[in-house]
């Protein structure tokens, strides 16, 4: 079972290419026509400013009153065109860090933590997201911005160098100024990553933090406080920057304007070309002030791209095409692991940890429990029995013979199960009659009057832990899987449903051909499982027949392993 490698993060440029390629036509409409109505523009403003040197006839009215509405008509289409653009990027890039998220091998997501991944989530996307937000309104405003140009161009040559002069200054300025201030956006950006632990801290360990008051104060002033505040200090600066950036290029406009009225004697240029400039300076003040607003978030935007880029480049694919049909392989005889070796390295000087499974068998209809101190590796195990994990080496045997990348979806589709870590949903996916067996399920394990459910939906989870826990065994039972895992189901269950598990539920599902898998601790109802696998240290220390099978059945002797 392999995965393709992390590839390194794309540039930069070529991943907004990518992003725009799909909307082409959409992107050329809104050019064109963001094109047309600055044109237009730049056609009107000189008819203006030859209608305030001459008398204007009733034609150059008309003519300026089309110009209007052909200028409007193409801000309007531009502006609805690239305001699509930007919402459907942005729509694109959630729904692809989504699915790379989902396509990710689960031991990279873990690897990942989940306040980073929830930081390119809920901040990096959403940074693109504003951007897109405004995107129409920025290319309005450089469509102006080339019109006015356009007009300068045929006003005169000069006036037009004049012009470009003042754009390449204000552009330099803010290039120069940008590089300072991309170095503190992402100076803040790294800090908002540490801030999400804290918000995750403030949220999980509410209870924890409300009985201990000094925890609290730390998580607050030394936690949040301190990062927030580095976060409006580094990003504070960022901005004081870009306003004095912003002043200058302003004021840029009016020493261009004060230069042009003193030489105006000595330039040799007539009057009607001079105030014409003038009204092109002053009328492209508001796009070029939009433009430069742009930029900060546009910096933040190019660093979120970076990050998400950089993101989705690490997580490697599974190459599993959810898309495509993926049944469930017929399941007859055995789950098997054959040499099974698996490794987590250590962190800051841990020792890192490793399962070493040279063979171990899971009979289909039995009910295997797995056992072992804290630590022994069990769910590790599981999460390899299920396809979850890739193991280091060897292999996972289905009737004998090994998975492979192209069958892991579907193999994965015989399991339903509830992890220690479990996430309740509240859509029940139960196929035919479904709603009639959740209710069924729903008064077999006493949940009737907290818990119910319309349309397969739960009206709520929010339930006692055992509860939840209940409803999590429902919705396992209800997807029909051929194989069930319960990774320490039982532990917060009262005594009457921990026996009715082990008891009634186990051998009820084994009767309906169900396989299950057990992780326990409950060692008083071993003799619940046909087969007892001992787990140590990463190892297979023994395993055992149960007493499940009594009336007769001869209990297989324990056999240890490595002894
Ligand atoms: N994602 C991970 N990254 C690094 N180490 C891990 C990871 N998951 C588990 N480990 C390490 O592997 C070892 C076995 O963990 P595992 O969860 O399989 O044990 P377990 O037998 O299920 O324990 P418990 O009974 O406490 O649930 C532990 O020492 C743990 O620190």
């Known amino acids: 079972m392999t995965s393709s490698p992390a590839k390194p993060p794309p540039h930069l440029l070529r991943e907004v290419l990518r992003l725009l390629r799909p909307f082409w036509q959409l992107i050329l409409l809104a050019s064109l026509a963001g094109g047309a109505g600055g044109l237009a523009m730049a056609w009107a403003l000189s008819l203006i400013n030859g209608a305030l040197a001459s008398a204007a006839s009733a034609g150059m009215l008309m003519g300026l009153a089309a110009l209007c509405l052909l200028s409007l008509a193409g801000q309007l289409i531009a502006g609805i065109g690239n305001s699509l653009l930007g919402q459907r990027i942005v729509a694109r890039l959630r729904q692809e860090v989504c699915h790379r998220i989902l396509d990710a091998p689960l031991a990279e997501i873990e690897r990942m933590k989940s306040p980073r991944l929830m930081a390119v989530l809920n901040g990096d996307v959403e940074k693109i997201a504003e951007f897109g937000n405004h995107f129409a309104g920025y290319t309005t405003a450089l469509a102006m911005v080339l019109g006015c140009l356009a007009y300068l161009f045929v006003l005169s040559v000069p006036m037009l160098c004049f012009g470009l002069v003042l754009v390449v200054l204000g552009g330099v300025l803010n290039s120069v100024a940008m590089r300072a201030w991309l170095v503190r956006f992402d100076e803040a950006r790294g800090l908002e990553d540490q801030l999400q632990k804290q918000y995750r801290a403030i949220i999980e360990g509410a209870k924890e933090l409300r009985l201990n008051r000094p925890r609290r104060l730390r998580v607050e002033r030394q936690g949040v406080g301190a990062l927030t505040n580095r976060i409006a200090a580094v990003n504070g600066r960022a901005y004081a920057l870009f306003w004095a950036v912003d002043t200058i290029s302003i004021a840029l406009i009016f020493v261009f304007v004060c230069i042009v009225l003193v030489l ?6 007539d009057n009607e070309v001079i105030t014409g400039f003038i009204i092109v300076m002053l009328f492209a003040k508001g796009p070029i002030e939009e433009l430069a607003s742009a930029l900060p978030v546009f910096s933040q935007a190019q660093i979120a791209l970076r990050r998400i880029s950089t993101l989705t480049a690490g997580l490697a694919e599974e190459g599993s095409n959810v898309a495509g049909r993926h049944p469930a392989p017929p399941f007859c005889d055995s789950l098997a692991l054959q ?12 020792g890192g940890f490793a399962l070493d499974i040279p063979h171990l068998t899971i009979r289909q209809g039995e009910i295997t429990f797995i056992v072992g101190g804290n630590g022994s590796g069990k769910t590790t195990l599981i999460k390899i029995l299920l396809g979850l994990y890739r193991p280091c080496s060897g292999d996972v045997l289905l009737d004998g013979r090994p998975v492979s990348a192209a069958g892991l979806e579907g193999y994965r589709q015989l399991f339903s199960g509830v992890f220690a870590d479990y996430h309740l949903f509240d859509e029940i996916l139960a196929g035919p009659g479904g709603a009639l067996r959740v209710n069924a ?6 949940l009737a009057g907290v818990a119910a459910a319309e349309g397969g939906r739960l009206a709520t989870t929010d339930l006692s832990t055992g509860q ?24 917060d269950q009262d005594p009457d449903f921990r026996a009715l598990f082990y008891r009634t539920l186990l051998p009820e599902l084994r009767q309906a051909g169900r396989t299950v898998i057990a992780v326990s601790h409950d060692d008083r109802y071993f003799d619940a499982a046909d087969r007892i696998v001992h787990m140590a240290r990463g190892r297979v220390t023994a395993t055992e027949s149960g007493g499940a099978r009594v009336a007769g059945a001869a209990a297989a002797p324990l056999v240890v392993h490595g002894a």
């Not at 105006?264 to 240029?269: A, E, N």
Request: proline fraction near 4%.
């Open 339 to 350: 040499g099974v070796r698996h490794s987590f390295a250590g962190e800051g000087g841990a």
């Open 264 to 269: 105006r004697p000595h330039l040799g240029i």
């Open 468 to 491: 939840r826990k209940r409803l999590a065994f429902i919705h396992a039972v209800l997807e029909d899987r051929p194989i069930l895992m319960f990774d320490e189901w039982a532990a």
């Open 441 to 446: 399920w729903l008064q077999r394990l006493d």
